[in-house]
């Protein structure tokens, strides 16, 4: 086997470390929780300071991998990503934890920004299309087992696992990768945009921090209003630094267009809506219903089932659907799903929530290939790195601000519920102190051991009600983004925008679900920049 196939072998092992652990953690999460005696807040910030690096760190990892090397930031990424594993499966403390998954997003920008390029460099012709469909369906068996796999060995082993099994397998990345992977640059690369990079990362953290701190105290806080002002301050400092630069992180002017401006919409978006809600919908299933890790991934396989059954088909109609129509409609399903969703109730089971899911998921399957493509079609090849790595960076802000703004509506309607629950109910006064752990630890059965016999009943019913209270608004508060998003999709989305013939090259049927950059922009030379 020749080095071209061996490169395709160190990306996908990759690729499909990456998105399996994406899948994996959200399943894991009320395991962590209870070993690590997480709070709330703290299974906001697993899940974000992955995607906040992430975010942050994606297209400077495109700059640095088009002047130092691709081949060299690849492996420094799997390597960064698997220490970062290894730090999280040996986690004390909730702290521990985050910091590691920030490492962890640290070595993920570096993979993702330079995956495809390699793909890109190493085949040429029909062979660079197998090459792409392969890597396509190995990212689609990725987010489709992820929940399942995530599931079994969080129940058979303990949720370290899911991060300790990385291990191994970036071992082997890198080595392949090292030993068989053509080195390769962009002539002329700038340096990375320092001051850029600074700013944004502090303004979305400034961001996130204020939503999730919203959930432990009130959203008219002098500190989250605080943390919401500079914000605003540090993102308008960063729209004047990249105005000025010659080679900015943000190529400003890309915002003139409008099927740009339409598919960063789309894919905030559907991140912000369908990604974000996983996190709390998996709560829901193992703090509230009582399923355990792998009870609750098999039902996830409803939506990761619903993505696969229609992503291939909207690979092939992006190259005979206008994608305003693939996009918007993708979108408007989607928020059909998660208002399908909603009503659920103390005594609600699973079965209600399988309409939205698996209606939720056919509608990002058809969003997510022709949302790649309105990435890279606006611009000519040159830039389609820059591009396509915008549109990325845009899915993973929606992620994190959308799991911070998300969780801090959730608590806030489950504190009132509750709240308006204990004055109803006089007798459970004596047990609020308990209540009030079970509702935010998330350890329902472990409080339950302090309440008197005769009041659990009870209380286990007003912790559910208060809960369910709060995922009904969120699905709502969803609902309402996927279709916003949908409308301005259909109404900026323009296939005059696009360059060259009128219509760009389709992306590989797997491209999507944790904000990968197209194809179509690997093909141009660089990916995530």
């Not at 912000?272 to 809600?277: D, E, P, R, T, Y």
Request: hydrophobic share 55%.
């Amino acid at each position: 086997m020749d080095k071209r196939w061996w490169t395709l072998v160190a990306v996908c092992l990759g690729t499909f470390m990456l998105l399996l652990d994406i899948t994996i953690v959200n399943v894991a999460l009320p395991q962590v929780e209870q070993s690590l005696h997480a709070s709330f807040s703290d299974l906001q910030w697993v899940v974000d300071a992955y995607a906040l690096t992430l975010a942050a760190l994606l297209l400077t990892a495109g700059s640095l991998a088009d002047r130092y090397g691709r081949r060299l930031v690849f492996v420094a990424g799997v390597a960064l990503f698997s220490a970062g594993s290894l730090l999280c499966g040996f986690a004390t403390s909730p702290l521990f934890l985050i910091l590691s998954r920030g490492g962890q997003g640290v070595g993920g920008a570096a993979m993702f920004a330079t995956a495809l390029a390699l793909l890109a460099n190493a085949f040429h012709g029909r062979e660079r299309g197998v090459a792409l469909a392969a890597w396509g369906a190995v990212t689609g068996i990725a987010v489709a087992i992820g929940p399942v796999a995530g599931g079994l060995i969080t129940s058979s082993l303990s949720w370290r696992w899911i991060f300790f099994v990385n291990v191994p397998i970036g071992a082997v990345a890198v080595v392949v990768a090292v030993a068989q992977v053509v080195e390769s640059r962009a002539a002329g690369a700038e340096g990375a945009d320092v001051v850029g990079l600074v700013l944004f990362t502090a303004a979305l953290g400034s961001l996130v921090y204020g939503l999730i701190r919203a959930s432990e105290t009130a959203w008219t806080d002098t500190g989250v209003l605080a943390c919401f002002a500079l914000a605003a301050l540090l993102l308008a400092g960063f729209v004047l630094a990249e105005r000025h630069r010659p080679h900015p992180m943000f190529d400003l002017s890309l915002f003139r267009v409008p099927t740009f401006v339409g598919g960063l919409v789309a894919a905030f978006g559907i991140a912000g809506s369908v990604f974000a809600l996983l996190l709390y919908l998996v709560l829901y299933l193992q703090d509230i219903l009582g399923y355990d890790a792998l009870q609750a991934g098999v039902r996830l396989i409803v939506i990761s089932g619903g993505v696969l059954a229609t992503s291939a088909i909207a690979g092939r109609l992006t190259a005979r659907v206008p994608l305003r129509y693939l996009v918007g409609t993708g979108l408007l399903v989607s928020a059909a799903g998660l208002g399908l969703m909603t009503g659920t109730g103390a005594s609600s089971g699973w079965t209600h929530l399988i309409p939205g899911f698996l209606v939720a998921g056919l509608g990002t399957g058809i969003v997510n290939p022709p949302l790649a493509s309105t990435a890279v079609g606006v611009v000519e090849p040159a830039r389609a790195g820059m591009a396509s790595g915008i549109n990325s960076t845009l899915r993973q802000v929606g992620i994190a601000t959308g799991i911070a703004a998300l969780g801090s509506l959730l608590a806030t309607k489950e504190r009132s519920t509750i709240a308006a629950g204990l004055s109803a109910l006089p007798r459970l006064r004596p047990a609020a102190g308990q209540i009030e752990a079970a509702a935010h630890g998330g350890a329902l059965g472990a409080q339950l051991a302090a309440v008197p016999p005769a009041l659990r009943p009870a209380v286990v019913h007003l912790v559910r009600a208060g809960f369910t209270a709060g995922l009904n608004e969120i699905l709502a508060v969803g609902a309402v983004l996927a279709a916003a998003a949908g409308v301005a999709s259909l109404a900026l989305i323009r296939n005059r925008d696009l360059v060259g013939a009128g219509r760009p090259t389709a992306p590989a049927a797997g491209d999507g679900a944790a904000g990968r950059p197209s194809a179509a922009a690997a093909g141009k030379g660089r990916t995530g920049h």
